[in-house]
């Protein structure tokens, strides 16, 4: 059981107290009330008869001195609890400062933020074809009548020799409506008046083109019977040579 601060009996026998502040004994002491001061033990003692009334007259001045020594010992010993009480507050405000100031700063944890990745690009979108396929094709060459005439004609000009050698070289390949070849024609840089001519002069048999065309549209792709004659006429076929085509076809 803990004894709680207060005025004790002094633990080293003396006839005072001492004070307790609840941890340990301090140096503050008073006189222990419930004890006989010296004063009272003489105000208790009978006067000596030899000197007859003059101890009668003295006993004032004991009483005096003895409460003079009393408030002598209760101010130094509230002195010395002052000074112990300061003591104490300064050793715990040091105590606590040191905690402080041993006290470790813990850094502010850093939050890092992680961003998703970014989204893939959307995959790019192919157009379909909206001309002819260029896709190699064994076929066979062209007719020799029509070469001898390519390359035997005279009168021509050098950009309708080239459109017509062009043009052949480019139905080796795959198959061209007339507007088609033209226009290919058109796209390698030859006029317009040169590209015409190299195609009217080569005069190929624009149904069995149709039907050629129609056939390598098939190989590439489904389509129906309908949906394949426009696909023809939209490569530059008349839609008669569209219906050859794609009667020869059995579709």
Do not use: C
């Not at 101890?55 to 009393?70: D, E, H, M, Q």
């Amino acid at each position: 059981m803990t004894t709680p601060p207060g005025w004790h009996a002094d633990p080293e026998g003396s006839a005072q107290l001492r004070w307790w502040d609840g941890q340990q004994w301090t140096t503050a002491l008073q006189p222990d009330p419930m004890k006989p001061t010296a004063s009272e033990h003489l105000s208790g003692l009978p006067a000596d008869p030899a000197s007859g009334g003059s101890s009668r007259k003295k006993w004032p001045w004991f009483v005096a001195a003895g409460v003079v020594l009393l408030v002598v010992i209760g101010a130094v010993n509230s002195a010395n609890k002052t000074s112990d009480d300061v003591a104490d507050a300064q050793a715990a405000t040091t105590t606590q400062s040191s905690a402080v100031e041993k006290a470790p700063i813990i850094p502010k944890a850093t939050i890092t933020t992680v961003l998703p990745p970014p989204p893939p690009p959307p995959a790019p979108v192919v157009p379909m074809a909206t001309t002819e396929p260029v896709t190699p094709r064994p076929t066979a060459p062209a007719a020799p009548k029509t070469t001898e005439r390519a390359s035997g004609q005279t009168g021509m000009t050098g950009g309708q020799r080239n459109a017509v050698r062009a043009a052949n070289s480019y139905l080796d390949v795959t198959a061209f409506s007339r507007e088609g070849l033209i226009e290919q024609l058109e796209f390698e840089d030859y006029s317009s008046e040169d590209a015409a001519f190299a195609v009217d002069y080569i005069a190929p048999d624009w149904n069995e083109q149709a039907s050629l065309a129609a056939e390598d549209y098939l190989d590439v792709m489904a389509f129906s019977r309908q949906g394949l004659i426009d696909q023809l006429v939209f490569g530059g076929f008349t839609p008669e040579q569209a219906q050859y085509g794609v009667d020869q076809t059995g579709l």
